[in-house]
């Protein structure tokens, strides 16, 4: 048998099975830190000047925890579990490489090209995050529901940046509505916790809601 053949034959997740995956219990609460920390930054807890803030926790706490989630899912086969977590595990470290890049100018980015090269970072893991709603229909509602209001709170701040003032400044409206935005995600999160725990603990699972896609 091939590896390929071997991979195959591994099964796969249910819908609900994936959502009460063993390393859920990881991951989700590692995910809901992070946008907690994050939320709670854009919608202005802590000044605009200091968004490094929630950094201690999206590096050490969001992505490492995220990461360690993947490589869990993938070791007892659950492919799409695992490409789930890898995805957002990345995003978040790559979100914390930026800013201390920038902040300490790891990367020689001229002051001029600061911006661009946040709208680049925006623009690009919003289509990432957009493709993986679509590609995972076939999960309970309330994960699109996640990824729905990820890709809207990524536009929101992609559009922040891009009506920047002449001063630099990007629009504070539109930071704080996607705090507000990411503080929901991170609600709805919770709730998906909760429903993977009753189902870990020997409880009945919460409702999630009918897949967009069936079959």
């Known amino acids: ?29 590692s995910f809901i830190a992070g946008s907690v920390a994050l939320g709670l930054g854009l919608a202005g807890v802590v000044p ?21 989630a993947t490589i869990w899912s ?3 086969g659950q492919t799409a579990v695992a490409g789930i977590f890898g995805i957002f595990g990345t995003f978040w470290l790559s979100y914390a490489v930026l800013v201390l ?23 690009t893991w ?22 729905i209001l990820v890709d809207v709170a990524l ?14 400044v990007p629009s504070t ?12 995600f991170a609600a709805l999160g919770v709730y998906v916790f909760f429903g993977s725990a009753a189902q870990a603990t020997g409880g009945k699972a919460l409702p999630l809601g009918k897949p967009v896609l069936h079959g």
């Open 101 to 123: 890049g920038l902040a300490h100018n790891w990367f020689a980015i001229a002051p001029t090209a600061v911006l661009a090269t946040v709208k680049l970072f925006l623009l």
């Open 74 to 76: 993938a070791a007892i």
């Open 126 to 147: 919003l289509i990432i995050i957009v493709m993986l709603t679509l590609a995972t229909l076939r999960l309970p509602l309330a994960f699109t529901g996640v990824f």
């Open 48 to 68: 605009a000047g200091v968004l490094g803030a929630p950094l201690a926790i999206i590096l050490a706490a969001t992505a490492l925890g995220l990461l360690l």
């Open 173 to 184: 409206g539109l930071l704080k509505a996607a705090g507000y935005v990411v503080l929901a």
């Open 1 to 29: 048998m091939s590896t390929l053949d071997a991979a195959d034959s591994i099964p796969q997740p249910s819908a609900e099975e994936a959502t009460a995956a063993p390393a859920a219990a990881l991951g989700l609460p």
């Open 155 to 168: 536009l929101l701040l992609y559009l922040a940046f891009v009506q920047t003032s002449p001063a630099g």
